[in-house]
């Protein structure tokens, strides 16, 4: 049995993240399946794992740590690996996690979600997150033209962050000849060490 353990769910894209950062990091971890549709996140013994009702959880011996982003926080400085070195990088991560949250949660991956889950959707809907979704590409490829990686000259957490929403764009709709430096950027992190596809990070 390994120090840790995460529950969530193969599809999820927050789950992928974290699962995600362990790999990179090398560690190992047991995986507890949670399935949303069936409601297993609000269960009792879910809720005293988290009470915020979301996956992915992730617990470290009797540490307990409840949101994506905090998580792989923690296995950063857990590990020394992926981390900013400098104050100004420090606030450079918070600003790629929070464009993860502002442009691709409420957009790409909204759009992903009825496609995948949903066999479509409200056309409607879609075309509603849609314009936030081709915004976050837009600022994504805009860097991405002028940088190899999202802070620095090397991978930091902010790029395992935003990595996992951005692999799907075509689920949500997204042309991927339309964003050639993501595409070359997605190419970067693939050759990481210890890169594994998101699917194939944990059992479905």
């Given at each position: 049995?390994?120090?840790?353990?995460?529950?969530?769910?193969?599809?999820?894209?927050?789950?992928?993240k974290?699962?995600?950062?362990?790999?990179?990091?090398?560690?190992?971890?047991?995986?507890?399946?949670?399935?949303?549709r069936?409601?297993?996140?609000?269960?009792?013994?879910?809720?005293?794992?988290?009470?915020?009702g979301?996956?992915?959880?992730?617990?470290?011996?009797?540490?307990?740590?409840?949101?994506?982003?905090?998580?792989?926080?923690?296995?950063a400085?857990?590990?020394?690996?992926?981390?900013?070195?400098?104050?100004?990088?420090?606030?450079?991560?918070?600003?790629?996690?929070?464009?993860?949250?502002?442009?691709?949660?409420?957009?790409?991956?909204?759009?992903?979600?009825?496609?995948?889950?949903?066999?479509?959707?409200?056309?409607?809907?879609?075309?509603?997150?849609?314009?936030n979704?081709?915004?976050?590409?837009?600022?994504?490829?805009?860097?991405?033209k002028?940088?190899?990686?999202?802070?620095?000259?090397?991978?930091?957490?902010?790029?395992?962050?935003?990595?996992?929403?951005?692999?799907?764009?075509?689920?949500?709709?997204?042309?991927?000849?339309?964003?050639?430096?993501?595409?070359?950027?997605?190419g970067?992190?693939?050759?990481?060490?210890?890169?594994?596809?998101a699917?194939?990070?944990?059992?479905?």
């Amino acid at each position: 049995m390994a120090d840790i353990t995460l529950w969530g769910a193969q599809p999820s894209l927050n789950t992928q993240k974290t699962a995600m950062m362990l790999t990179l990091c090398g560690l190992p971890f047991d995986f507890e399946k949670v399935l949303p549709r069936e409601g297993q996140h609000m269960t009792p013994e879910y809720m005293a794992r988290n009470p915020f009702g979301r996956i992915p959880v992730m617990r470290h011996g009797d540490l307990w740590l409840r949101q994506t982003q905090t998580q792989i926080d923690y296995l950063a400085r857990l590990t020394g690996l992926y981390l900013p070195r400098t104050r100004e990088e420090e606030w450079g991560v918070m600003d790629w996690h929070n464009f993860s949250t502002d442009y691709q949660s409420a957009g790409l991956a909204r759009i992903r979600f009825m496609n995948f889950y949903l066999g479509g959707g409200d056309p409607k809907l879609k075309d509603h997150y849609r314009p936030n979704s081709v915004r976050g590409m837009e600022i994504l490829e805009a860097h991405l033209k002028r940088n190899e990686w999202l802070l620095g000259d090397r991978p930091t957490t902010a790029d395992v962050i935003v990595y996992p929403c951005t692999r799907v764009l075509e689920l949500a709709e997204l042309d991927p000849k339309d964003w050639p430096a993501t595409m070359a950027w997605l190419g970067r992190f693939e050759k990481l060490p210890r890169f594994r596809p998101a699917m194939e990070l944990v059992p479905a």
